[in-house]
C-alpha cells in the first residue's frame, strides 16, 4: 500500500504535551506512521467568512495534518444541524427526534464538496484515501466527481438501521448511492451488516453477491462495493496498564477512601439520549427498591459529560436526569451515605481507568450503539485477580462479542436491577471465568488489529478496469 490518507470531521492538530489519546486515534496514527500518511478534516473552527478551503498544515511524529476552518453557517447547517439532528437519530433508529431542513441537508453536501476539493489537490496515485463515518458519507462520491480513481474505503462507527427505519429520511435514496462511490464500506457488527444489506435490497433494489459485495454502474461501468464487518476494539494492554498504574493514584485512592466498605457501580458516557442514562437511574432506583440489602452497600458514580449543549433534546435530557438522580437520593440518602454520584462534566481518561479497575460493576446500558468502547475499557482495566462484573445492554454492537457480560434490555428497569443484584452477588470464580473469556477477545481485536484487518481488506479489492465516467446518470449530486 502507498500513502494512507485518513479523513474524520473533526481533526485536532497535535501538540507537544498533549493528554493520552483514546485507543481509535492511537490505532490510526500509528498505521498512518507506518505508511506514511496524511490525517484530514475540519480544524474545529469556524469563520466569518466564507468556507475557502484554506489548508492549515503540520508536520508532528512522521505523520502530516491538514485541516480547514467552516463558516460558520456551514457548521450549523452541516454539522448541528444535518449531522446531528438528522442522522444521528436516524441511525440510532430514533426518528421521532428527526428535525429535517433542506437547506441544512444542502449544507451538508456543499461541505462534503468543499471537502473534496481541498483534498483533491493533496492525493498522489497511489494514496489509499480512507473516510470516517456519518459526516463524511457523501465525500467519496465528490471525490470521482472530481476524478479519483485511488481506492477509497468508508468505516461508520455507528449503528447501521434497515431500510424500514432508513426510508424515513427524505432522500435517503441518495445517501444510499453515495456509499456505491466506494470499494470498501465498513460497520462494526453482523447486525449493522444486515440493516446495510437491507437498505441496499429494498432501497437501491441491489443485491449482494456471495461474498458480500454490491455490483452497479455507479461511477463507470461495473464498479463493485465490498461490504463488511469489523468489530472495533482498544489498546487492550495500554488501557490495562493505564489502569493499574491509576487505581494508586491521587483520585483513585480518594475514591476507595470516601466508599468505605461499599461496593461500586461505574458508568461513563458522553450526555446523549442514545447512551439510555435516565433508563440506567432507573434501574439502579429499583435496584434499592427490590433489593434493600444493597441499601447504603453500593453507591452508583455515573460520569455525563455535557455535549451538543445547542440541542434541545440534549438540554431536556439533562434535566431529566438531575431529577432521577436527585428522587433517588431524596428517598434512600442516609446522613452519611448518597446513593448516586453524578457528574456532568468529563473526566480525565486516565483518572476514569482508574474508577473502572475499583469498581465492582460497569454499568453500560446505550439504547443502540455502534459498539461502545467503554464496555472494553471497563473489562480490559479490571484486576485479574478480583474483577468486577461488566453488565451490558443488548443493543450495543459489543453485546454481539462480549459473552462474559450480563446482558439486559435497558427498557426493562426491573431486569435490570435482577442483573445488578447478581453482579453484585456473583462468587469470585465466576467471575474471573466471565472476565478471562472477555479479556482473551479483546486482546485478540484491538483497535490496531481493526484498522489492520479494514485496510487489508480495501487492498484486496479489484478497483474498475475503465475509470468512473461522471456522476449524473447514478443522481448523487444534488
Known amino acids: 500500500m502507498g500513502r494512507l490518507i485518513v479523513v474524520s470531521n473533526r481533526?485536532?492538530?497535535?501538540?507537544?504535551?498533549?493528554?493520552?489519546?483514546?485507543?481509535?486515534?492511537?490505532?490510526?496514527?500509528?498505521?498512518?506512521?507506518?505508511?506514511?500518511?496524511?490525517?484530514?478534516?475540519?480544524?474545529?473552527?469556524?469563520?466569518?467568512?466564507?468556507?475557502?478551503?484554506?489548508?492549515?498544515?503540520?508536520?508532528?511524529?512522521?505523520?502530516?495534518?491538514?485541516?480547514?476552518?467552516?463558516?460558520?453557517?456551514?457548521?450549523?447547517?452541516?454539522?448541528?444541524?444535518?449531522?446531528?439532528?438528522?442522522?444521528?437519530?436516524?441511525?440510532?433508529?430514533?426518528?421521532?427526534?428527526?428535525?429535517?431542513?433542506?437547506?441544512?441537508?444542502?449544507?451538508?453536501?456543499?461541505?462534503?464538496?468543499?471537502?473534496?476539493?481541498?483534498l483533491m489537490p493533496l492525493l498522489g496515485p497511489d494514496d489509499t484515501i480512507w473516510i470516517h463515518d456519518y459526516q463524511m458519507i457523501p465525500l467519496g462520491a465528490e471525490l470521482r466527481a472530481l476524478g479519483a480513481k485511488q481506492r477509497i474505503g468508508f468505516f461508520l462507527h455507528i449503528p447501521f438501521p434497515p431500510w424500514a427505519v432508513f426510508s424515513a429520511l427524505p432522500g435517503a435514496d441518495k445517501l444510499l448511492r453515495?456509499?456505491?462511490?466506494?470499494?470498501?464500506?465498513?460497520?462494526?457488527?453482523?447486525?449493522?451488516?444486515?440493516?446495510?444489506?437491507?437498505?441496499m435490497r429494498h432501497g437501491l433494489d441491489l443485491r449482494t453477491d456471495a461474498d458480500c459485495g454490491v455490483v452497479s454502474s455507479a461511477w463507470g461501468p461495473k464498479r463493485r462495493t465490498q461490504l463488511s464487518h469489523h468489530a472495533i476494539g482498544i489498546d487492550t494492554r495500554g488501557f490495562a496498564t493505564t489502569a493499574r498504574k491509576a487505581a494508586f493514584g491521587p483520585d483513585a485512592q480518594r475514591m476507595r477512601a470516601s466508599m468505605g466498605d461499599r461496593k461500586l457501580i461505574v458508568g461513563a458516557e458522553r450526555l446523549d439520549y442514545t447512551k439510555g442514562l435516565p433508563h440506567r437511574l432507573r434501574g439502579f432506583?429499583?435496584?434499592?427498591?427490590?433489593?434493600?440489602?444493597?441499601?447504603?452497600?453500593?453507591?452508583?458514580?455515573?460520569?455525563?459529560a455535557r455535549s451538543r449543549n445547542e440541542v434541545a433534546s440534549?438540554?431536556?435530557?439533562?434535566?431529566e436526569l438531575d431529577t432521577l438522580a436527585g428522587r433517588i437520593n431524596g428517598d434512600h440518602a442516609e446522613f452519611d451515605w448518597t446513593p448516586v454520584r453524578y457528574v456532568a462534566r468529563a473526566v480525565a481518561r486516565d483518572t476514569l481507568a482508574g474508577f473502572y479497575r475499583l469498581a465492582d460493576v460497569g454499568l453500560v446500558t446505550p439504547l443502540r450503539d455502534g459498539m461502545n468502547l467503554v464496555a472494553k475499557e471497563y473489562v480490559a482495566a479490571q484486576d485479574p485477580d478480583n474483577p468486577g462484573v461488566l453488565v451490558l445492554s443488548s443493543f450495543a454492537g459489543a453485546a454481539e462479542t462480549m459473552d462474559g457480560a450480563l446482558l439486559v434490555n435497558p427498557l426493562d428497569a426491573e431486569a435490570m436491577?435482577?442483573?445488578?443484584?447478581?453482579?453484585?452477588?456473583?462468587?469470585?470464580?465466576?467471575?474471573?471465568?466471565?472476565?478471562?473469556?472477555?479479556?482473551?477477545?479483546?486482546?485478540?481485536?484491538?483497535?490496531?488489529r481493526w484498522a489492520e484487518n479494514f485496510l487489508t481488506e480495501l487492498e484486496e479489492q479489484v478497483l474498475p478496469v475503465e475509470p468512473p465516467t461522471g456522476l449524473a446518470a447514478a443522481g448523487v449530486r444534488n
Not at 11 to 19: H, I, Q, S
Not at 178 to 199: H, W
Not at 314 to 319: A, E, N, P, S, T
Open 11 to 118: 481533526v485536532a492538530l497535535p501538540r507537544r504535551g498533549e493528554p493520552t489519546a483514546g485507543g481509535l486515534a492511537v490505532a490510526l496514527k500509528d498505521v498512518l506512521k507506518a505508511n506514511g500518511g496524511l490525517w484530514f478534516g475540519w480544524s474545529g473552527e469556524t469563520t466569518k467568512g466564507p468556507t475557502t478551503g484554506e489548508l492549515k498544515t503540520v508536520r508532528y511524529q512522521g505523520i502530516d495534518y491538514a485541516t480547514i476552518d467552516l463558516n460558520e453557517n456551514d457548521y450549523k447547517g452541516f454539522y448541528a444541524g444535518y449531522s446531528n439532528n438528522i442522522l444521528w437519530p436516524l441511525f440510532h433508529f430514533r426518528i421521532g427526534l428527526l428535525e429535517y431542513d433542506r437547506k441544512q441537508a444542502d449544507a451538508y453536501r456543499r461541505v462534503n464538496r468543499d471537502f473534496a476539493k481541498a
Open 178 to 199: 453515495g456509499l456505491l462511490a466506494y470499494d470498501l464500506v465498513g460497520v462494526q457488527t453482523q447486525r449493522d451488516l444486515s440493516g446495510m444489506i437491507d437498505c
Open 285 to 304: 432506583g429499583a435496584l434499592l427498591d427490590n433489593f434493600p440489602e444493597h441499601r447504603n452497600r453500593v453507591t452508583y458514580f455515573q460520569v455525563a
Open 314 to 319: 440534549y438540554r431536556d435530557l439533562k434535566r
Open 417 to 448: 436491577a435482577e442483573q445488578l443484584d447478581r453482579a453484585l452477588k456473583m462468587p469470585l470464580g465466576e467471575r474471573k471465568e466471565r472476565w478471562a473469556g472477555m479479556m482473551a477477545g479483546l486482546e485478540e481485536q484491538t483497535a490496531a
